[in-house]
């Protein structure tokens, strides 16, 4: 390579990893202004503050870990809606947290939540009519995806019972799984029924969680999310166990996967 071109390649890296830096940063910024945002209109115990900036310290870290690991240099459209929706997120995971001290705001928690289950199928969206779909970008959607589950899953427990928290933690149980048999960690094969169980999710948990139904139906709402979480699973396992030992085809052109140990491996036109 000429001189010429490695000055040009590092000047390139340098400013994509201040750019993608800088992005994150204003993402960080966005939830601690909307943390504020919750404190003037609703108020935030400790508890809340707490769960909300440890939420902004690790997505920053993430983000920032993702980048060291990732070819992109900068977000992408996508990117930004995903970004805005983990801020969300964020406020979610601080009214919940505030929750076991005292009544939450539902109206604001169902507001916040509605919003980001919203975006989350915008994000896809976006990506598709852009092309800037992405592996990191389909990591980060996934992990915001799953941690907003799990938080609403954890409101959830406190009114219908601990076992709704099974629909938090399944994810990140299998993953963990994934590090003892690594088998779990070969990419799945697109599929619409996975995408609509995991979309039904997080309606499901917050039709629970508005306070709308009764407690008999909100536990009937509840069970029908853990039911349809464990036949998406079961299933994924079933396939994944009757393929274990087939050679995993190199992957097309414009397909990413993550190809990690313990990371559920999933084409990423299947998760965006």
């Known amino acids: 390579m000429a001189v010429h071109d490695r000055y040009d390649s590092y000047t390139y890296d340098t400013y994509g990893t201040r750019l993608f830096g800088n992005e994150a940063a204003v993402g960080s910024g966005a939830q601690m202004l909307l943390l504020g945002l919750l404190e003037v209109t609703v108020g935030l115990g400790p508890a809340g503050w707490l769960a909300g900036s440890a939420f902004t310290i690790a997505n920053w870290a993430f983000l920032t870990l993702a980048l060291d690991r990732s070819r992109n240099r900068s977000f992408g459209p996508a990117d930004r809606v995903t970004l805005a929706r983990a801020a969300l997120v964020g406020g979610v995971t601080a009214l919940v947290a505030d929750s076991f001290d005292r009544p939450p705001p539902v109206t604001v928690l169902v507001a916040l939540t509605t919003t980001a289950l919203i975006l989350d199928a915008v994000d896809g969206h976006v990506a598709r009519r852009t092309g800037t779909a992405s592996e990191l970008g389909a990591r980060f959607d996934m992990e915001v995806d799953a941690f907003l589950i799990l938080v609403l899953s954890a409101h959830v427990a406190t009114s219908v019972g601990g076992w709704v928290l099974l629909i938090g933690v399944m994810r990140y149980a299998f993953v963990a799984a994934a590090w003892i048999w690594p088998w779990l960690s070969r990419p799945l094969p697109p599929n619409t029924a996975r995408k609509t169980v995991a979309a039904l999710q997080g ?26 979480l464990v036949h998406s699973f079961g299933r994924d396992v ?35």
């Open 203 to 228: 309606i499901l948990l917050l039709v629970a969680a508005a306070g709308i139904l009764p407690p008999a139906p909100a536990f009937t709402v509840a069970l029908l999310a853990l039911a349809l």
């Open 238 to 272: 079933a396939w994944l166990w009757r393929t274990r030992h087939a050679r995993t085809a190199p992957a097309a052109s414009g397909s990413a996967t993550v190809r990690r140990p313990g990371v559920v491996t999933v084409p990423e036109e299947s998760r965006r």
